[in-house]
């Protein structure tokens, strides 16, 4: 991960929750202006193979059914929560998780149509085409963002959230209730035969599963390496040209981000330190 970030790490998105719901917004708009447009902009594998390339990309803009008051809620949420990952991870891996639920969702959707084609090997090419339009409305960036609440709650399970704006609920409990209720879900749609649903939602899981087995020895943030953090900002700010760092990692200094934190690695064989972007994302040196 630190190889390719100083290879392509310049090429990362900022803010890139923000664009997501974004197009959240831009669909929503498109099907309320122009609705039959939408049929031309999904995740539809067997148009795609017929020559609708530009569906690979184009789903993204592609909403959940039902919007109202508590949709707008749910976005502002997710909103809160992206972009405190992609401050806490840095850019460049928030860019990789989030585009590895897209692209896991891709494929997922091509072994669901395959998988179409072994039970029902008899499908004339009217019957596949009505069946996987159909099928594409289970591909959106819901599941996606839902990636994004189940890693937030993985780097923050001590936070704190108002279950319906009153009960304080660790963020942990939330993570663990919505994997739950997200197997079940995929468990009632494959009895169903609705694969399309199983593809979508466990592309996002098993986008956390990686996450997870990638990470999990290096992202959690506890309350005293919040405080020494807060402490190191004040000591760079008293005395901004006496210190100086350097990221192991980027090669940003405090000279160059007054803001940047900076830390050694006791896990590293050696003197290496690392800007608050990679602290604990790096790759220990051995």
Request: proline share 3%; aromatic share 18%; glycine share 6%.
């Amino acid at each position: 991960m630190s190889k390719w970030e100083k290879k392509f790490g310049k090429y990362a998105i900022s803010n890139l929750t923000l664009i997501l719901i974004l197009c959240y917004g831009a669909g929503y708009l498109l099907k309320w202006m122009a609705p039959a447009a939408m049929n031309f902009l999904t995740l539809d594998t067997y148009a795609i193979l017929h020559g609708q390339i530009w569906r690979l990309l184009t789903w993204i803009i592609s909403p959940p059914e039902t919007f109202g008051i508590f949709t707008i809620i749910m976005l502002f949420f997710y909103w809160s929560l992206g972009t405190q990952l992609e401050r806490v991870w840095g850019v460049w891996r928030y860019n990789v998780y989030i585009f590895t639920g897209i692209l896991l969702t891709v494929a997922g959707a091509f072994l669901c149509m395959g998988a179409y084609y072994l039970v029902i090997p008899g499908m004339t090419p009217e019957e596949a085409q009505a069946l996987f339009r159909y099928g594409a409305r289970y591909y959106s960036t819901y599941y996606v963002n839902m990636s994004i609440f189940l890693a937030f709650a993985f780097t923050f399970p001590d936070n704190q959230v108002l279950l319906m704006f009153i009960i304080p609920v660790k963020v942990k409990w939330l993570g663990i209730l919505y994997a739950i209720m997200m197997v079940f879900e995929m468990l009632q749609a494959f009895q169903m035969n609705v694969w399309f649903l199983v593809a979508a939602a466990g592309a996002s899981l098993l986008n956390v599963l990686i996450f997870y087995l990638r990470s999990r020895n290096h992202m959690h943030l506890n309350p005293k390496q919040i405080r020494r953090r807060a402490e190191f900002r004040q000591d760079i700010r008293r005395n901004p040209k006496i210190t100086k760092h350097k990221c192991a990692v980027c090669g940003q200094t405090d000279q160059d981000d007054p803001d940047l934190e900076f830390r050694f690695c006791s896990k590293c064989n050696g003197n290496y330190e690392y800007c608050q972007h990679h602290l604990f994302t790096h790759t220990h040196v051995k």
